[in-house]
């Protein structure tokens, strides 16, 4: 099957400075992907979809400026967590899609996820 | 926005009785898709439905679609330990590309 690499698994950082989160699909071109937040027991909520090649689309109540999406190539798609605060603390997922490849349909893989906790 | 709610929100079962979740969401949906994400893991994707009233099987596992598509359960034969987890509902309604994931519901197996 399809996979999504994401990275780093776990951050630890001071409030008030940036994280950077990576997603890349291994082995597909990954035309949408999908970045989630989850907290604790607590189901994935939707903050953002990225399409190559054009801005992000976030959800109501998402900060755009301070969740910077930018999705490079087929294969990576980042996450900027910017001026990190402990309230931004949680895991994130990311998931891609591959609409253009057969082989893998109209599925989402999911990355392992990152766990960020500022301090 | 959109709500999707899965009941029950947890579920204790003794080993080798069955488990269904439902989710229920409040307006139509283009498909339906299910995860099962283990503790400390990421979702893992099990199974999509399209069609109105479609049944699917995986071995122990029975996915329906409801024929109004607005539902839809998971059904698990004869549980296993293997099975502890929280299982998604993701759903999608035409015109878009996104996926909303439900509640869930926690499922814990006792041996």
């Known amino acids: 099957g399809a996979v999504v690499s994401q990275h780093p698994s776990w951050v630890i950082c001071k409030s008030g400075t940036s994280v950077k989160i990576e997603c890349r699909s291994l082995d597909f071109q990954a035309t949408t992907m999908f970045w989630y937040r989850q907290f604790p027991k607590q189901s994935l909520m939707l903050m953002a979809t990225?399409?190559?090649?054009?801005?992000?689309?976030?959800e109501q109540g998402v900060e755009k400026d301070k969740f910077l999406i930018n999705h490079a190539s087929l294969t990576l798609s980042t996450l900027t967590v910017t001026s990190a605060h402990p309230e931004d603390s949680s895991f994130y997922i990311c998931?891609?899609?591959?609409?253009?490849?057969?082989?893998?349909?109209?599925?989402?893989?999911f990355g392992a996820g990152t766990r960020l906790s500022v301090l | 926005g959109q709500q999707v709610m899965q009941i029950p929100q947890y579920q204790h079962v003794q080993e080798g009785e069955d488990f269904t979740t439902y989710c229920n969401s409040s307006t139509t949906l283009s498909n339906i898709q299910w995860y099962k994400q283990r503790p400390g893991g990421h979702p893992v994707f099990l199974i999509q439905?399209?069609?109105?009233?479609e049944v699917k099987k995986q071995k122990r596992l029975t996915f329906q679609f409801g024929e109004a598509k607005k539902n839809s359960s998971l059904h698990i034969t004869a549980t296993q330990t293997t099975d502890v987890g929280t299982y998604f509902c993701?759903?999608?309604?035409?015109?878009?590309?996104?996926?909303?994931f439900g509640t869930g519901t926690r499922l814990k197996v006792l041996a």
């Open positions: 993701a759903v999608a309604t035409s015109g878009t590309y996104k996926y909303i």
């Open positions: 990225s399409n190559e090649g054009s801005k992000a689309t976030y």
């Open positions: 439905l399209v069609k109105s009233g």
């Open positions: 998931s891609a899609r591959a609409l253009r490849d057969s082989r893998y349909g109209d599925i989402q893989y």
